[in-house]
């Protein structure tokens, strides 16, 4: 493997640091283009605020004056608006090409660099997201049928004669925080200030392209089959306090109960949900509990588990995703090494568990 690594590395090298600095571009635009759209929604607010602010007779106020209408002048509160969207319109087809063109040579690097690494796998870029199968996972907490899913590439191989699916996607859940958001953009005023920290400020203070940052989840996504018969379902997730608040608050799955397990290692990093507490433990039993925790420090990130119908699904997160480069330099080898520990840690999935 270490030989496809250099050989890879050696290959796209070139096209890596084109790519770095092409997205460092394209970051550059993506701010230019929502700081005017601040700039265009601030002067909205400051419009509709105007006469109640003059009508105070705030001298610290009194440059309102200049965008108030007058006979002399009937479009003084027209003309930044004008002059906001003419700004508005060049950057936003500028950083439109560059989007494109970074995506482009990034997706045509990624196939390129997969394929040299793991030359028998079936790898594909257009392929639809696999939601019937996020759906049936019961890995998210809010994920609906109709939840915006995006796929940004998919791996099949058998090994051993266990077929297994791998896919880098992203999912805008319907959680408590969109919902809360929803809910304010239905109120006059408080929603351009919804729209300004959704849109804006998170745009301009990531160091992600706006195609990621609105993701509830970013990361990998395999299934498949498991020996094991069951009825119901039991899920392994992260232990933290968020995720047992998204459990809980979504009342997608009032039929599950906590399980408690033995093992402490196990017990310390995940939380276990199952419809059934015997099938979890034989689901769960002394040395897949080890697996799993060695699986979670083999991939150095949040990892999620679920069984049922003789099936198994694994994500793990990533906020970059897994068919995506990381948004510093790529200038070093550690890039395609830790591309081929994450796709290479995945096929094995099956032999390790």
């Known amino acids: 493997m270490q030989e496809r690594i250099s050989l890879a590395y050696s290959e796209t090298r070139d096209v ?25 929604l601030l002067f909205m607010l400051v419009l509709l605020g105007m006469q109640y602010a003059l009508a105070l007779q705030n001298k610290s106020l009194a440059f309102l004056e200049l965008f108030k209408s007058t006979p002399s002048n009937p479009y003084a509160s ?7 969207m003419l700004l508005l319109y060049p950057t936003t087809i500028v950083f439109t090409r560059a989007f494109q063109k970074f995506k482009t040579i990034e997706k045509e690097t990624m196939a390129k660099m997969v394929k040299m690494l793991f030359p028998n796998v079936e790898f594909t870029q257009g392929a639809n997201a696999p939601t019937k199968e996020i759906v049936q ?6 994920i ?17 004669n266990t077929q297994i699916n791998i896919a880098d996607i992203g999912i805008i859940e319907n ?10 953009l239905h109120v006059p005023i408080l929603n351009m200030f919804a729209v300004l920290y959704q849109n ?22 395999c299934w498949l089959n498991f020996k094991k018969t069951l009825n119901g379902h039991t899920v392994v997730l992260p232990k933290n306090q968020k995720v047992r608040f998204d459990r809980w608050a979504s009342l997608n799955f009032r039929e599950e109960q906590e399980i408690h397990l033995e093992d402490p290692r196990f017990t310390q990093n995940f939380i276990v949900y199952g419809t059934d507490q015997v099938e979890a433990r034989y689901v769960l039993s002394a040395s ?11 991939f150095h990130c949040p990892i999620f588990m679920s069984f049922q119908d003789k ?19 790529l200038y070093s080898m550690a890039i395609v090494e830790e591309l081929a520990h994450e796709i290479e840690t995945a096929l094995k999935v099956s032999e390790t568990l």
């Open 16 to 40: 890596l640091n084109t790519l770095y600095k092409k997205r460092k571009r394209t970051l550059f635009f993506q701010k230019i283009m929502w700081g005017i759209t601040g700039l265009y």
């Open 78 to 84: 027209v003309y930044p608006i004008i002059g906001l």
């Open 137 to 142: 996972s019961k890995l998210f907490s809010w």
């Open 144 to 160: 609906k049928k109709e939840a915006p899913i995006y796929s940004y590439g998919q791996i099949r191989s058998s090994t051993n």
């Open 175 to 184: 959680n408590v925080p969109n919902k809360f958001i929803k809910a304010i």
């Open 200 to 221: 804006v400020l998170k745009n301009m203070a990531t160091s992600k392209l706006a195609d990621n940052t609105n993701f509830t989840y970013r990361g990998m996504f």
């Open 288 to 298: 897949l509990m080890e697996s799993v925790v060695a699986l979670k420090e083999k």
């Open 311 to 329: 099936q198994m699904y694994l994500a793990v997160k990533n906020e970059n995703g897994l068919f995506s480069f990381p948004s510093g330099r």
